[in-house]
T-cell receptor
């Protein structure tokens, strides 16, 4: 079974600064997706960024980028130029790509990010 | 922009009572998921539907939980009887097919007293 570990329960960043959120995972599979989801207080979870394991290039979406280290099974999220609206809980998630496997997301415990004005 | 709808947003009930949650996925999405999120934890899958068929319900406590998606569109998750440990956020998500991005609804927060 796959597991996702987010060992930092909370982080804080100054507005306009850069912050990196850590995630490690464990799997015996070679093909999978990794995700970062954002869950603002009392609002729905939204996708921040997605990485396909077969791609060597790290995914980027505007101010959000990842550092994907497949051999180390590490998948960190970097938020540049942090904004007040980035304050939320962030979840790292894994999804198998094996044919016939269900497509459920396996989530870490999440990290609460606060942004200081 | 199309969104996943869920109702109610909040539900308070007493233990041993029955509760039901409703989810309307994004139009055209064939795959529907119900996740349970305990406070301070990440969501965990309860059940996955492909159209009207159950793909995975291995983590659904079937002695008290049931889920259906009769016409392959909206879905209902029921708990009977509710227990104190069922207090959690129940999230519904949908995707156009099982390999595509999952979009989440706002969730139903359940408190069992």
């Amino acid at each position: 079974a796959q597991t996702v570990t987010q060992s930092q329960p909370e982080m804080s960043v100054q507005e306009a600064e850069t912050v990196t959120l850590s995630c490690t995972y464990d799997t015996s599979e070679s093909d999978y997706y990794l995700f970062w989801y954002k869950q603002p207080p009392s609002r729905q979870m939204i996708l921040v960024i997605r990485q396909e394991a077969y791609k060597q290039q790290n995914a980027t979406e505007n101010r959000f980028s990842v550092n994907f280290q497949k051999a180390a099974k590490s998948f960190s999220l970097k938020i540049s130029d942090s904004q007040l609206g980035d304050a939320a809980m962030y979840f790292c998630a894994y999804r198998s790509l094996i044919t016939g496997a269900n497509s459920k997301l396996t989530f870490g415990k999440g990290i609460t990010l606060s942004v200081r004005p | 922009e199309a969104e996943v709808a869920q109702s109610p947003r909040y539900k308070i009930t007493e233990k041993s009572q029955a509760v039901a949650f409703w989810c309307d996925p994004i139009s055209g999405h064939a795959t529907l998921y119900w996740y349970r999120q305990i406070l301070g934890q990440g969501p965990e899958l309860l059940v996955q539907f492909q159209d009207e068929s159950v793909v995975d319900d291995s983590q659904l406590p079937k002695d008290r939980f049931s889920a259906e998606r009769l016409k392959g569109v909206d879905s209902t998750l029921k708990i009977q009887p509710a227990e104190l440990g069922d207090s959690a956020m129940y999230l519904c998500a949908s995707s156009s097919d099982s390999q595509e991005t999952q979009y989440f609804g706002p969730g139903t927060r359940l408190l069992v007293l």
